[in-house]
């Protein structure tokens, strides 16, 4: 079975379900028919929609020369005809998947039979558009050294503005059916090159080197540009066409990946195929890898509060869990002290269990404060005190055996937690009136842990803490994940985000609690924050918002400060801090120390609003 990526080994069930669906031409029914007389050329295999008119037929000596072999992972080599068609939409290059290394070489003139099929990475749910390709070939050398194919020129003036073209409404939305309009659409620009030698210019990175060999540049410099480097993903209509993922194909042990962070340029050339993976769709894989040049970005450091100021903090840590590296924990510590300016409180997300993901009943995390809480000391910073509520095991999703939770951690000498019945996983805090004020019936207490919104999920954790004799409730969270969404290059256009459905309703439920908050006590002091999970402009964050009990504080930062995590080369919020309306004066950072960097201590920036109750 072809992998369309070192990583899709755990994926590779998924390409059965593909087979199963017709889609990807497997079947010996499919392969049925014999082939055209006439010379078929790779313009015709790849044809002029993203689905081949040739998808479950043999072809018999299609020619081409080599523009690339990939000897590891999907193992297979790019062909391109080097007599292109006139037309635009009809790429001349495509794969041929070997599974086993392959003997050609670049600049072989190659003839290949062989069976036409469409796979999609990550399999038919992953909404992937599929990869034409051709599979169980049977190669023949022509002859070797040949010249390429000049490499198409991606830049600024050849990516439309526009992202996609919208499904076709009897196709549940589906654009595979749709003739392919490369001047308009930039999908379908990737597409009319599926398969073909590309290269690109100098292009600033705007997603850094992953673990697994892989960044992100934008061909459009200009194109929603952040503040620091990145491009913002500032609405669901602003997909920032000119993003681009890099691999190489050269094998790492041959060949180290350069280390790249955001902000820096990939300068030269760069040029290989341009192929498409379930973890970004469409990659340039070089052949011929531009040089990093390293620009000057560095993490931020937030200015301290002031002394009549409460600093609030979340930041998720990952799966922090005791069996982590002590480099961990002193790191994380190290950016609470020094780049958050040890916050008064400072909810966490993702604090595991005591034995981490090792799935044995264990829920308490006590080793795990205890680690971290004395790393942040160690770093000069606060003896901060924790709050929190263990979770049933099992019951609130990530990783199997770990029961991560929100926790609370506070300086008690600068704000005292107010204790009411600390509650358990499944008692529910509610909201009472105390001598004319708003309190929590427990505290620290979740909110509604029955509701269905959060099975297999965090529920929110509220407390009450006291900072110069205002009374400020806290609500942690932590939304259900974005698992199961189509990515921005599915075929289906607009994609499918079928996890928000959840989220709408954890939103519901928080914006609900906070009501009943502020209907005992108007003026209240209420924060809600956390890993939401969602964009600012979601109908989650509207949600959180709604009826006014809430205010999203970040966006009171500039459009181009606006995010705390980077994926696939969008700076995009993800975590987020709001306040209710008698917070009517504050100051919000999003203080970036991890997102865009290659080293990352946890994948998320840390949030932090300072206020005066």
Known sequence: MRSSHPRSAAVAALVATALATGLLAGSADAAEGAASADPIRI??????????????????????????????????????????????????????????????????????????????PGGVSSGNQSVTQISKPAVTVVSSGNALPAATAVNEYSVPAEYAPAGDPAAAGSINGLTLDPARYALDYYESLEGMNVQIGTSRVVGATDPYAELWVTVKGWENQAKRGGTIYGSYESQNTGRLQIQQLAPLAQQPFPVANVGDKLTGTTEGPLDFNQFGGYTLVARTLGTVKAGTLAPEKTKPQAANELAVATYNVENLDPTDPQEKFDNLAKAVVENLASPDIVALEEIQDDNGAKNDGTVSAEQTLTKFTAAIAAAGGPAYQWRTVNPEDKKDGGEPGGNIRQVFLFNPARVSFTERAPGDAVTATGVVKENGKAALTHSPGRIDPANPAWADSRKPLAGEFVFRGKTVFVIANHFGSKGGDEGLVSHHQPPVRSSEAKRLLQAQAVNGFVKDILATEKNANVIALGDINDFEFSATANALADGGALYPAIKSLPKAERYSYVYQGNAQVLDQILTSPAIKSFTYDSVHVNAEFAAQNSDHDPQVLRFRP
């Open 43 to 120: 313009h015709d295999i790849q044809g002029a929609t993203r689905i081949s008119p040739l998808n479950g037929k043999q072809v018999i000596d299609v020619e081409g020369i080599v523009t690339g072999v990939r000897t590891y992972g999907s193992r297979g080599f790019w062909i391109q005809d080097p007599d292109a068609d006139d037309n635009a939409a009809t790429s001349e290059g495509v794969f041929v998947f070997t599974s086993s290394v392959p003997t050609v070489a670049v600049g072989d003139a190659v003839k290949v039979s062989g069976l036409v099929g469409e796979y999609i």
